[in-house]
């Protein structure tokens, strides 16, 4: 049995009094639309925090691992070639950056989309400061050849401030770190798109009420 | 010179050989490293360790315990008798031991000049030198643009100078030719010892000439690995082996143009010594290599104290401290880090 209540229209004046058929019609296409938004909302609620898990769960594993390697490479290498003191303090771009893509909507309850970018050398990153597209390190392409031979490039310049001779230890936790940043992007994008639905969701439940 | 040693020796090192015995008694056993192994935190380890020769060194420390603090109070332990053996030695074994030192010299160099290029703090690099390595003017490393300037300021007057006559370019430092210079000083150094240890004669000469060729051939293995997807090139590679050793000269030939791990097990395979190190590894996989080489040296700096009247009881128990303090690393590390399934992964026993 459809439920017959009373919902105020945005617009219609307080004093109005519509035709008892009219606000009956009303109230089913609402109560019919109503179940169906909420239901996906609820669904990618759910399916967002169910990936926010598994991605914290992920996270925590890679970084123990990532911690593990390093402490191997200092075993191997001796604590003299691998310290915090042999880190480049001089001026160099970011070899990585997080970019949080903007929403047209300015409302509070936006949806952030963070965007992380890797190895990008310094020459490139004022071409393409506008583009959203994450750069994968294992592309496809011939094109894309050049620019995995460039991460790895990238990635041999981040470690040559303890050597250019590093044993294959101190490259595996570089990679964990790598894998273990990426999920923590992941993380932040399903954060983001659950707090968004929940938004939503709180947002209808307090339309229903009124 | 065989045979004549036992009537001489122990005139002017009899005293020190002993005390170096003594001292390598003192070394933890199996059933210390179980212990250890069970700990559930790093205070668990330093009471432990208070047990042992490690004890006065840790007592004072405050908790919470870094791992880091714990590798330098058992560095002072070996530093300090080490001290104590140069302090009552005489020639040539006083050389000998300075010899032993030369290496962490070259390490030390090399990070107070990686440091200087990245615009570290000198006291701040000091601090991390390790305390066997130190001379007068090694905070003066950070002046030097160049490996000329580098020789003409400072390391001309220290032990290390012959060893530059290979290196010294006007090139700016950088990271690669850092690199290169630290291999080759460390080439040179190894050159040097094994010629001294050539000229001692004897026992010692027998022993430090298996144990000095065993480092070269696991520094051209590691060389070749490390190099491998790098920009240093095959001839460069070949320069940085030693010109001595097992591999010496036809294994060094074939690990120069190896590309990838299996390449380099087919070389090592094909020398006995070396087979059964490779043999505990699968394809593909290098993780254990380092453990397999340091189970072969400890075997083999074990041997050295079976005879008498020889120095390489010297220079064997120092790189026994050294890999008992490395494996205090580790197991420290997996406490901290709440892996402690990942103990043995790295622990390597000496008795």
């Known amino acids: 049995m459809e439920e017959r209540h009373l919902i105020p229209e945005s617009g219609v004046a307080a004093d109005q009094e519509p035709s008892q058929e009219a606000v009956e019609v009303v109230n089913r296409r609402e109560v019919r639309l109503r179940p169906g938004a909420e239901e996906k909302l609820v669904l990618q609620f759910m399916d967002s925090l169910n990936s926010y898990l598994s991605f914290s769960h992920s996270l925590s594993s890679t970084l123990g691992q990532a911690w593990m390697e390093l402490a191997s490479a200092r075993h191997s290498m001796g604590t003299a070639r691998l310290n915090t003191s042999l880190l480049d303090l001089k001026f160099h771009p970011a070899s990585t950056t997080l970019k949080i893509a903007e929403c047209d909507d300015d409302s509070v309850d936006a949806k952030a989309r963070f965007v992380l970018r890797k190895w990008i050398s310094s020459e490139e990153v004022g071409e393409d400061e506008d583009s959203n597209s994450t750069k994968s390190p294992e592309p496809a392409d011939d094109d894309d050849e050049v620019c995995y031979s460039q991460v790895r490039r990238e990635r041999a310049k981040s470690l040559s401030v303890f050597g250019i001779l590093i044993p294959p230890k101190l490259r595996a936790a570089q990679q964990s770190f790598e894998r273990a940043l990426e999920t923590l992007v992941e993380m932040a994008n399903m954060q983001s798109s659950f707090l968004y639905s929940f938004h939503q969701l709180h947002q209808e439940v307090e339309d229903t009420k009124e | 010179m065989y045979g004549f040693e036992a009537m001489t020796f122990n005139i002017h090192g009899g005293y020190l050989e002993a005390i170096v015995r003594g001292h390598r008694a003192g070394l933890l056993t199996t059933a210390d490293y179980n212990n250890l192994c069970q700990c559930e935190s790093l205070d668990d380890i330093k009471m432990h360790l ?297 622990v390597v026993f000496i008795f």
């Open chain 2, 50 to 346: 208070s047990a042992t020769e490690y004890g006065p060194y840790l007592q004072n420390e405050p908790s919470p315990l870094h791992t880091t603090t714990i590798v330098e109070k058992c560095t002072l332990k070996l530093v300090d008798d080490y001290k104590h053996m140069l302090c009552q030695a005489t020639e040539p074994l006083s050389t000998f031991l300075e010899y032993i030192t030369y290496g962490h010299m070259i390490d030390n160099v090399v990070l107070i000049v990686t440091g200087t290029l990245h615009e570290r703090d000198v006291q701040e690099l000091l601090e991390k030198c390790h305390p066997l390595g130190m001379f007068d003017s090694i905070a003066t490393l950070a002046v030097a643009q160049n490996m000329r300037e580098l020789y003409r300021l400072v390391l001309v007057d220290t032990p290390l100078a012959p060893y530059f006559s290979e290196c010294i370019t006007s090139e700016d430092l950088d990271d690669m030719n850092i690199e290169i210079m630290r291999n080759t000083l460390y080439k040179a150094y190894l050159e040097d010892f094994y010629k001294f240890c050539q000229k001692l004669g004897g026992t010692t000469a027998e022993i430090m000439s298996d144990l000095l060729a065993f480092e070269a051939d696991r520094r051209a293995v590691n060389i070749t690995i490390n190099s491998i997807g790098t920009e240093l090139t095959r001839d460069d590679r070949r320069k940085l082996y030693s010109n001595f050793g097992l591999l010496y000269p036809y294994g060094h030939e074939e690990l120069a143009v190896c590309e990838d791990i299996d390449q380099v097990r087919a070389v090592m395979e094909k020398y006995p010594p070396y087979q059964s190190i490779f043999a505990k590894l699968s394809y593909g996989e290098s993780q254990m290599l380092d453990k397999a080489f340091y189970e072969e040296e400890v075997k083999r700096l074990c041997l050295a104290f079976e005879q008498q009247f020889h120095y390489a009881v010297f220079f064997a128990y120092m790189r026994l401290r050294e890999q008992e303090i490395r494996n205090l690393m580790w197991i420290s590390e997996c406490v901290a880090q709440n892996q402690k399934s990942r103990v043995h992964d790295s």
